[in-house]
């Protein structure tokens, strides 16, 4: 197994965890605007090596999940932005073109220091 894109959470925006709720992570990259940042789980941004598509594996610390879709421009905002709306809910077809749809359970705590990445 190869890891397509490895991060950490550095900080986590004041209304990012009521995405959650919704069945949804957003991420961004350190250095996001703040009207932004204060929704997003924030990260130390890394190299993107690979494909994100179905049927790669999301690793959010130690919880696995299977990628069911990939919008057609997730990569590239992660790649870019290190910006991603991850939805729990395995859908085959992604809803927009920027999100990404797992299978799992919505991870009950997230927090500054967890390791989020993709594995081919």
């Known amino acids: 197994m190869s890891v397509i894109y490895q991060t950490t959470i550095t900080q986590i ?6 995405a959650l709720s919704d069945r949804m992570l957003i991420t961004f990259r350190e250095g996001a605007p703040a009207d932004v940042a204060e929704f997003c789980f924030i990260h130390c941004h890394g190299d993107f090596c ?4 179905p049927g790669t594996r999301f690793e959010l610390g130690d ?18 932005l290190g910006h991603i709306t ?5 859908q085959t077809q992604a809803e927009y073109p920027g999100t990404v749809h797992v299978a799992g359970d ?4 997230i927090n500054p220091g ?3 990445k993709f594995v081919a």
């Open 106 to 109: 919505v991870p009950e705590s």
């Open 114 to 116: 967890c390791t989020l």
């Open 86 to 90: 991850l939805r729990f809910d395995g």
């Open 50 to 53: 690979g494909q994100l598509k």
């Open 13 to 18: 925006g004041e209304c990012a965890r009521d």
């Open 63 to 80: 919880k696995q999940y299977p990628v069911t879709a990939v919008g057609e421009v997730a990569e590239l905002n992660l790649r870019e």
